[in-house]
């Protein structure tokens, strides 16, 4: 494990409310400035930025490839993955920490899209970045699928946004599929646990988790130096697939499937079954 360093030199701890539960993570900043980054071109990214030459050639760089691949999002990378899971037909699922919710619209696409969807994220720049963020995306299909393109649908109509701290959430075992993307690497291990917990109480028997987080590799690792003014706004650390594992496990999950994108690591789990008193 390694933390994403240095910290922001706007980041201010006090700006953190509730951090044992919401992360120790100035959100709200962190989604507007992440929004701005996605949306900016390489050749702008030091735009009113103050750093030296060399930081400022290597935002450019890696400014560039990854809106060349687009590492970020993967919508691409994503999909590849996700066609390999085993789902039932029209899933519920429920997305922890959610921004926009790309991840559950891609299941939907893959799986059939009469489920029900909940969102859950208290930061009100997320909520912003869901509704500005396009209603659809066009996706290239991986090669060995007869279709070269899906189109991956976001219908805010359909969709259940909870605005609100996802502990206060009640909704036991109520869906399918659950996913957080982006979340656990910024709890330590007292936290983890806690998130996992609570995760598999929104499970139905059988439910599954998808879990993500920012890989530990040099490529991932000067990103996030690069652009440590906007995005390191608080607490995150850089893992191995391993090591997601092992804290997936230690907390009686059993880890169906493992996979890697080039920021992510991806794990899929499956939560024994709660005894009815839990929860």
Same mark, same amino acid.
């Given at each position: 494990?390694? /933390?994403?360093?240095?910290?922001?030199?706007?980041?201010?701890?006090?700006?953190?409310?509730?951090?044992?539960?919401?992360?120790?993570?100035?959100?709200?900043?962190?989604?507007?400035?992440?929004?701005?980054?996605?949306?900016?071109?390489?050749?702008?990214?030091?735009?009113?930025?103050?750093?030296?030459? *060399?930081?400022?050639?290597? %935002?450019?760089?890696?400014?560039?490839?990854?809106?060349?691949?687009?590492?970020?999002?993967?919508?691409?990378?994503?999909?590849?993955?996700?066609?390999?899971?085993?789902?039932?037909?029209? *899933?519920?699922?429920?997305?922890?920490?959610?921004?926009?919710?790309?991840?559950?619209?891609?299941?939907?696409?893959?799986?059939?899209?009469?489920?029900?969807?909940?969102?859950?994220?208290?930061?009100?720049?997320?909520?912003?970045?869901?509704?500005?963020?396009?209603?659809?995306?066009?996706?290239?299909?991986?090669?060995?699928?007869?279709?070269?393109?899906?189109?991956?649908? %976001?219908?805010?109509?359909?969709?259940?946004?909870?605005?609100?701290?996802?502990?206060?959430?009640?909704?036991?075992?109520?869906?399918?599929?659950?996913?957080?993307?982006?979340?656990?690497?910024?709890?330590?291990?007292?936290?983890?646990?806690?998130?996992?917990?609570?995760?598999?109480?929104?499970?139905?028997?059988?439910?599954?988790?998808?879990?993500?987080?920012?890989?530990?590799?040099?490529?991932?690792?000067?990103?996030?130096?690069?652009?440590?003014?906007?995005?390191?706004?608080?607490?995150?650390?850089?893992?191995?697939?391993?090591? /997601?594992?092992?804290?997936?496990?230690?907390?009686?999950?059993?880890?169906?499937?493992?996979?890697?994108?080039?920021?992510?690591?991806?794990?899929?789990?499956?939560? *024994?079954?709660?005894?009815?008193?839990?929860?």
């Amino acid at each position: 494990m390694r /933390l994403a360093l240095p910290p922001s030199r706007h980041f201010d701890p006090a700006n953190v409310e509730h951090p044992e539960q919401t992360g120790e993570v100035d959100w709200s900043r962190f989604n507007a400035n992440f929004e701005r980054l996605l949306g900016t071109s390489w050749r702008d990214v030091n735009r009113d930025v103050d750093c030296g030459l *060399p930081l400022r050639l290597l %935002r450019l760089a890696l400014a560039f490839q990854q809106q060349r691949r687009s590492a970020i999002l993967d919508l691409e990378g994503k999909l590849r993955v996700f066609s390999r899971l085993k789902l039932p037909p029209n *899933p519920d699922i429920v997305h922890f920490g959610a921004e926009i919710g790309w991840e559950a619209a891609i299941l939907q696409a893959l799986f059939g899209d009469r489920g029900r969807v909940l969102l859950i994220d208290s930061d009100p720049m997320a909520y912003q970045r869901f509704l500005r963020a396009p209603r659809s995306s066009r996706v290239r299909v991986p090669r060995s699928r007869k279709r070269r393109w899906i189109d991956i649908h %976001r219908n805010p109509e359909r969709i259940t946004y909870a605005r609100e701290d996802f502990y206060r959430v009640r909704a036991r075992g109520e869906f399918d599929v659950g996913i957080d993307w982006g979340l656990i690497e910024h709890y330590d291990d007292t936290g983890k646990e806690s998130l996992i917990s609570l995760f598999r109480t929104f499970l139905k028997p059988g439910g599954v988790q998808i879990c993500s987080c920012p890989r530990n590799r040099l490529a991932v690792r000067l990103f996030y130096r690069a652009f440590a003014d906007e995005l390191n706004l608080g607490y995150r650390e850089l893992m191995t697939i391993r090591e /997601l594992s092992n804290h997936v496990e230690r907390n009686g999950c059993v880890v169906e499937a493992k996979h890697r994108l080039p920021a992510h690591n991806i794990i899929v789990y499956r939560a *024994p079954e709660l005894p009815a008193d839990a929860g």
